[in-house]
């Protein structure tokens, strides 16, 4: 929709032409969210398209996700054959409420500043370990894992005039065995739960709730944990701060969570479910 | 900044925080659609660069330099995308206001996209067809036949706006550029009970473009109803264009009008207005209760029906003595059953343009059901002669109930009226949810007794309806309510007792099924439980208990005279809904899910009661085809389709031949309206009558000219066919100019008496019992519509009302918060139904034929809504072992009954 009270837009080239920041500004990426409802307090738009970063990166320490880049250009991402998590990117993306033309201009980093959530690109980047590069107005860097970074609905640890760069995933996590849950109130709707299980070659295992809670939580084991700990550990430590709104009822919400949380163990070779 | 749109260059500068989508309109291009503004329907959908993408979330500035495409530009050098002739051809649409962006999507689709248009077209909300239409033209199936002489009624003939619908031409309501255009925003109250003290517009007067803020202080005192209805004394006179009271959270407090919207928005921003915060009750039966707040304090000139107990209607009726009947009776239900608020959705918002011509008259260009009704009922509010206000409309993007109703014309006019410049109101989405109409919520408590044998002994409901803020449509829904769920059953001892609330909330109003859909779904469901209890199968026991042609039909009262049975499909359509369900195709459940099936019934009446005035004005042209008025509006309804195809049938023309205009007051004559399902009962019989008055003429003119006995003329196409000599009717014409001979004809109607229509819907489902999913496996349903018309427009009003209607018993819910507020004003979290949650529909028709309809038809749009709901229940019922007294059935309440029976 049209933001009436935009009076100026920047366009930066580069990171020094970034230092602008004041109140009444906002990060412009994909703009998917800033422009789907009033934003009566904004002024100015700062444009991170501009600035041309590299989207995706692969190295030999892992896949450097910009922050603008694109949920369609993550989808289509080519993993190299030893990455055996790749496919959990594509079965986030498909967990976006938003159809594939949202996905042609939604980016990672607009999704994770969001905090929503329901938010797939914080499910795929807290369970792949996922780092944030910030950068501060004053020209100051820091890091922060992504699971740290998301506090609650809309509410992360982005201080004013900050800008996430990009997001590291580690190569370790990306050469983990993963499985993958979902459910949502309606066919491809928002999800109301999203649990994601990762395994190490050590037989470490990792299941990360989202959705299903107002922020992430993770849970470590150095090994297979049997069914009824893995539930006992995150019920006691969710401790019914399960998300309510429209799309889900707390108490569904916890019983889907327990039961994804079984299964995923199952899938990678735990206990019964 | 320089952009190229469907190959032409254009240079014009983007409002810094414009969105590409009001910057392509306001370039020219109004097949560019706003459904929600917000990223969520997709009738915005253009390619940017090739690519497709929501326009209304493409900030404007980005376009700078690249290449855009529309809907207008998706036709290459004269000839139709293969894709807008599929649409064309399966008649992929009925309003087509989400057509553009649909076929826009559909054609950018690669080939793994289309095995999977569910995931492929989740982000292309359409609220009318269904998406079975959109289906077929994706798949590339052809549903329409060609036009020709002789195929008019049961015919597949193709809608007449086609053509222009696919390529993005069809007018909408806003689809105009108008010289100095002003804009109007309403600020809406933020308290749910008010008194204004004081409006401050110093502030937003002094904002650059700003040209007037209204108030109650501007407002005219005469008070009326929202509603629209033949006899305006149907609804209470509780309304004023702008009051000084506040009685929900959004209701409008002022409108500001200025050059853009942007400015009119500031003067909104900048408005100061002094709140006295009154009580607030937002429960129906807290409302009802003595020392309740009271939120009109009115006289009985205003026909609340008890002000201080804020009833605005109440009514009772019994027959025979249900203590009885109970006592009778081998088994009882008794259970109370909550249907919440939902929205209508059509994806063309509320909107409407007003200006003052020439000649001193107010035009309204509106998006409307009712053009005739609200000309009478803003020249009543603003003191005008009727002759000095004109209202019309073009093609309006869905209805469904929501455009009986007088919303935006009233403040257009305002604003017309005091600044004398041509205003524009457009209601955003989340206006739609706090500010227009919703289903009446509605709490029924009903006991149905029945012996071993089947036969009923008594039924006993009492409902609650809660109105809203407003008593619009409040009485007569309540009324309906009360009628048809139970008149369908035959039992000597009934009593029913029914009210409608004022609470401060968001009014409720006219929507599809009109009050049947929420006493259906509590009926339907008890019935289902009595035949549980006494063993017997669900239809077996409607079989016994329905009213058979010719027996009297009671609700709350015995029906009144005019309804009768003018054909009876019922028996045929349980029929056919068992043997369908029988047959045992449809899909396979999942492994480990629980499968049940489940039934529902509905009858209606076929028109509204009171009357229902309808004319049409016929007459021959120049060139030897035909031309008429009709006044009732299109609004994806497919009765112009309709209404060209009698007066092709009577005329034994091409549907084709016969042009038309409709829904403008200017056109004289009068039209209660496009509601009640009325536009091919009642006007199609003003069409008919129209076209069999000037097909006797032409033959009796025919006939003297040729001296060929009048038996032996007959009208042949483009000809009169006298005894084997034929008179082509353009030389007809010709002849009768020379003679001063008239050939036009008008025809009328009044929607007296009506008939009965049914339906009957079954359902398969699997559930998973452990996390609350439905999957429908075979849904089928059957409709008792006299004659159809259109099978291909007839099955897709059936298809899409069945949608509508899942939306409502799957998910969707208006939430209003403990202080009044709506929670989830926008798509994203009123979700209604996408291509993948609707499950194609079976649909199968009557054989029967209508004494009052023409051509023996029947109506046949809101009906289909009204028994999806309970049919699914029952399913669930089935498959469950759990009854749900409470829609929506979400997968978290699912589980939630399921957990709590253990
Ligand atoms: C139809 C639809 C469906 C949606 N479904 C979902 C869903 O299922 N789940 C979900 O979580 N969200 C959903 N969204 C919300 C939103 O669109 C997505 O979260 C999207 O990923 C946001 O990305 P963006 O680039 O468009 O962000 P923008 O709208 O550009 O920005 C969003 C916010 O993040 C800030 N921001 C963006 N990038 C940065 C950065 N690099 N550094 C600092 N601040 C930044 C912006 O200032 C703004 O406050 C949906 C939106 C639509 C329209
Ligand atoms: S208007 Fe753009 S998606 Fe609805
Ligand atoms: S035809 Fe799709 S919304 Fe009306």
Same mark, same amino acid.
Request: glycine letters at 10%; charged letters at 20%; one cysteine or more.
């Given at each position: 929709m049209d933001l009436n009270t935009i009076t100026a837009v920047e366009r930066p080239t580069s990171r020094e032409a970034l230092r602008v920041w004041r109140d009444g500004d906002a990060f412009l990426a994909g703009g998917t969210w800033l422009f789907s409802e009033p934003q009566p307090k904004l002024t100015?738009?700062?444009?991170?398209?501009?600035?041309?970063?590299?989207?995706?990166?692969?190295?030999?320490?892992?896949?450097?996700?910009?922050?603008?880049?694109?949920?369609?250009?993550?989808?289509?991402?080519?993993?190299?054959?030893?990455?055996?998590?790749?496919?959990?990117?594509?079965?986030?993306?498909?967990?976006?409420?938003?159809?594939?033309?949202?996905?042609?201009?939604?980016?990672?980093?607009?999704?994770?500043?969001?905090?929503?959530?329901?938010?797939?690109?914080?499910?795929?980047?807290?369970?792949?370990?996922?780092?944030?590069?910030?950068?501060?107005?004053?020209?100051?860097?820091?890091?922060?894992?992504?699971?740290?970074?998301?506090?609650?609905?809309?509410?992360?640890?982005?201080?004013?005039?900050?800008?996430?760069?990009?997001?590291?995933?580690?190569?370790?996590?990306?050469?983990?065995?993963?499985?993958?849950?979902?459910?949502?109130?309606?066919?491809?709707?928002?999800?109301?739960?999203?649990?994601?299980?990762?395994?190490?070659?050590?037989?470490?295992?990792?299941l990360t709730v989202t959705a299903s809670t107002p922020k992430p939580y993770q849970f470590r084991f150095d090994a297979l944990p049997g069914a009824d700990e893995l539930t006992a550990r995150t019920d006691t430590t969710i401790a019914n701060n399960w998300f309510d709104d429209i799309h889900g009822l707390p108490a569904w919400r916890r019983a889907m969570t327990l039961q994804f949380a079984r299964e995923i163990l199952a899938e990678l070779g735990g206990g019964a479910a | 900044m320089s952009v190229t749109v469907n190959g032409k260059p254009f240079d014009d500068q983007p409002a810094p925080g414009q969105c590409l989508r009001t910057f392509l309109r306001q370039l020219g291009h109004f097949g560019v659609k706003k459904g929600c503004d917000a990223g969520d329907c997709g009738a915005c959908t253009v390619y940017l660069d090739g690519e497709p993408v929501h326009s209304c979330l493409v900030p404007a500035f980005r376009a700078e330099g690249r290449e855009v495409t529309t809907i207008e530009g998706l036709a290459q050098g004269g000839a139709l995308h293969p894709m807008q002739q599929a649409f064309l051809d399966a008649q992929g649409y009925q309003c087509g206001f989400c057509t553009a962006g649909m076929i826009m999507t559909a054609a950018a689709l690669n080939q793994e996209q289309k095995a999977d248009l569910g995931r492929a077209l989740k982000g292309n909300l359409c609220r009318c067809t269904g998406y079975r239409a959109v289906e077929d033209a994706i798949a590339g199936r052809r549903d329409t036949e060609d036009a020709r002489p002789g195929r008019g009624v049961g015919h597949n003939v193709p809608a007449p706006a086609g053509p222009d619908v696919v390529t993005g031409r069809a007018r909408f309501t806003l689809d105009v550029a108008i010289d100095g255009l002003h804009h109007i925003k309403l600020l809406r109250s933020p308290h749910a009970h008010a008194r204004i003290r004081a409006i401050d517009k110093s502030a937003a007067l002094a904002v650059p473009g700003v040209v007037a803020v209204l108030t109650h202080e501007d407002a005219p005192a005469t008070l009326y109803s929202s509603a629209r209805h033949e006899t305006r004394d149907t609804d209470p006179d509780d309304t004023r264009v702008l009051d000084d009271v506040m009685r929900f959270i959004g209701q409008r407090v002022a409108a500001v009008v200025a050059t853009s919207e942007a400015a009119a928005e500031e003067g909104c921003r900048k408005l100061v207005v002094d709140y006295e915060?009154?009580?607030?009750?937002?429960?129906?039966?807290?409302?009802?209760?003595?020392?309740?707040?009271?939120?009109?304090?009115?006289?009985?000139?205003?026909?609340?029906?008890?002000?201080?107990?804020?009833?605005?209607?109440?009514?009772?009726?019994?027959?025979?003595?249900?203590?009885?009947? &109970?006592?009778?009776?081998?088994?009882?239900?008794?259970?109370?059953?909550?249907?919440?608020?939902?929205?209508?959705?059509?994806?063309?918002?509320?909107?409407?343009?007003?200006?003052?011509?020439?000649?001193?008259?107010?035009?309204?260009?509106?998006?409307?059901?009712?053009?005739?009704?609200?000309?009478?009922?803003?020249?009543?509010?603003?003191?005008?002669?009727?002759?000095?206000?004109?209202? &019309?409309?073009?093609?309006?993007?869905?209805?469904?109930?929501?455009?009986?109703?007088?919303?935006?014309?009233?403040?257009?006019?305002?604003?017309?009226?005091?600044?004398?410049?041509?205003?524009?109101?457009?209601?955003?989405?989340?206006?739609?949810?706090?500010?227009?109409?919703?289903?009446?919520?509605?709490?029924?408590?009903?006991?149905?007794?029945?012996?071993?044998?089947?036969?009923?002994?008594?039924?006993?409901?009492?409902?609650?309806?809660?109105?809203?803020?407003?008593?619009?449509?409040?009485?007569?829904?309540?009324?309906?309510?009360?009628?048809?769920?139970?008149?369908?059953?035959?039992?000597?001892?009934?009593?029913?007792?029914?009210?409608?609330?004022?609470?401060?909330?968001?009014?409720?109003?006219?929507f599809r099924g009109y009050g049947l859909p929420q006493t259906g779904f509590a009926v339907e469901s008890a019935i289902d439980e009595v035949a549980r209890m006494i063993g017997m199968d669900a239809l077996e026991f409607r079989r016994c208990n329905v009213v058979r042609k010719g027996e009297p039909m009671i609700g709350l009262h015995e029906a009144p005279d005019d309804v009768i049975y003018g054909s009876y499909g019922l028996d045929q359509c349980l029929d056919l809904v068992q043997a369908a369900l029988m047959r045992g195709d449809g899909d396979e459940a999942p492994p480990g899910w629980s499968v049940g099936e489940g039934t529902a019934l509905t009858m209606i009446d076929t028109v509204p009661p009171g009357g229902h005035y309808s004319d049409t004005y016929i007459w021959l042209e120049a060139d030897g085809t035909y031309n008429m008025t009709i006044g009732t509006a299109e609004f994806g309804n497919g009765t112009s389709t309709v209404h060209r195809q009698i007066a092709a049938s009577v005329l034994n023309a091409s549907p084709l031949a016969i042009a038309f205009t409709q829904s403008d007051t200017d056109h004289g004559g009068h039209d209660t309206g496009a509601y009640g399902s009325t536009g091919t009962v009642v006007a199609g019989r003003a069409t008919q009558r129209a076209a069999e008055a000037l097909r006797d003429k032409l033959l009796d003119f025919a006939a003297t000219q040729s001296g060929v006995d009048r038996a032996q003329c007959k009208l042949a196409g483009d000809a009169v066919d006298c005894g084997g000599k034929t008179i082509a009717l353009g030389e007809l014409f010709r002849i009768a100019e020379a003679f001063v001979v008239d050939l036009s004809a008008h025809g009328t109607t009044n929607g007296i008496p009506r008939s009965v229509a049914f339906n009957v819907h079954g359902f398969r489902v699997a559930v998973n019992t452990t996390t609350g999913e439905v999957k429908i496996i075979k849904s089928v349903q059957a409709a008792d519509a006299g004659t159809v018309i259109n099978p291909m427009q007839c099955r897709a009003q059936i298809e899409g009302g069945v949608a509508q209607a899942l939306g409502a018993a799957m998910f969707e819910e208006v939430v209003v918060d403990t202080e009044g507020r709506v929670t989830n004003p926008s798509f994203r979290h009123y979700r209604i139904p996408a291509f993948a949650d609707v499950p194609h529909t079976e649909v199968l028709f009557a054989r029967t034929s209508d004494e009052l309809g023409p051509f023996g038809a029947k109506s046949m749009s809101e009906s289909p809504y009204n028994p999806v709901a309970p049919a699914l229940a029952n399913a669930i019922r089935a498959a469950t072992g759990v009854r749900f007294y409470r829609l929506p059935l979400k997968p978290d309440r699912i589980h939630a009954g399921i957990t709590a029976a253990g």
């Open positions: 100015r738009l700062i444009d991170l398209s501009t600035l041309n970063w590299e989207p995706l990166r692969a190295t030999g320490n892992g896949l450097e996700i910009a922050a603008t880049c694109t949920i369609a250009q993550l989808d289509g991402f080519a993993a190299p054959p030893g990455w055996i998590a790749a496919p959990l990117i594509g079965q986030c993306c498909r967990a976006f409420l938003a159809s594939f033309k949202i996905w042609n201009v939604a980016t990672v980093g607009g999704n994770i500043v969001m905090s929503l959530p329901a938010g797939p690109m914080i499910s795929l980047t807290c369970a792949l370990d996922g780092e944030l590069l910030i950068w501060g107005p004053d020209g100051r860097e820091r890091r922060v894992a992504v699971v740290d970074f998301v506090k609650g609905p809309v509410s992360n640890d982005l201080k004013s005039g900050e800008i996430v760069r990009a997001i590291h995933l580690p190569l370790a996590a990306l050469t983990r065995r993963t499985a993958f849950r979902q459910i949502s109130l309606q066919s491809h709707g928002r999800s109301g739960a999203l649990l994601i299980g990762t395994r190490d070659a050590g037989g470490a295992f990792m | 915060i009154l009580p607030a009750v937002f429960d129906p039966e807290t409302a009802m209760q003595p020392g309740a707040p009271r939120l009109h304090d009115k006289g009985p000139q205003a026909r609340i029906a008890n002000a201080s107990r804020n009833l605005v209607a109440e009514m009772h009726g019994a027959t025979g003595d249900v203590a009885q009947g &109970f006592t009778a009776a081998d088994a009882i239900h008794e259970g109370t059953y909550f249907v919440p608020r939902v929205q209508h959705a059509h994806l063309e918002t509320l909107c409407a343009i007003a200006w003052i011509d020439e000649s001193g008259r107010l035009n309204v260009r509106s998006s409307t059901q009712v053009p005739f009704l609200t000309r009478l009922e803003l020249a009543h509010v603003f003191g005008l002669d009727r002759d000095k206000v004109r209202v &019309f409309c073009e093609r309006v993007g869905g209805g469904f109930g929501a455009k009986q109703e007088m919303l935006t014309e009233d403040i257009a006019a305002l604003a017309a009226l005091k600044t004398g410049k041509p205003v524009k109101l457009e209601f955003t989405r989340e206006e739609q949810f706090v500010g227009a109409t919703t289903r009446h919520p509605m709490k029924v408590t009903v006991k149905i007794g029945a012996r071993r044998d089947g036969a009923l002994t008594a039924i006993e409901m009492h409902v609650v309806s809660n109105t809203g803020a407003y008593g619009n449509h409040g009485m007569p829904v309540l009324e309906h309510a009360c009628s048809e769920a139970v008149s369908v059953y035959r039992c000597p001892n009934k009593k029913i007792d029914g009210y409608a609330v004022y609470t401060n909330t968001v009014a409720a109003g006219a």
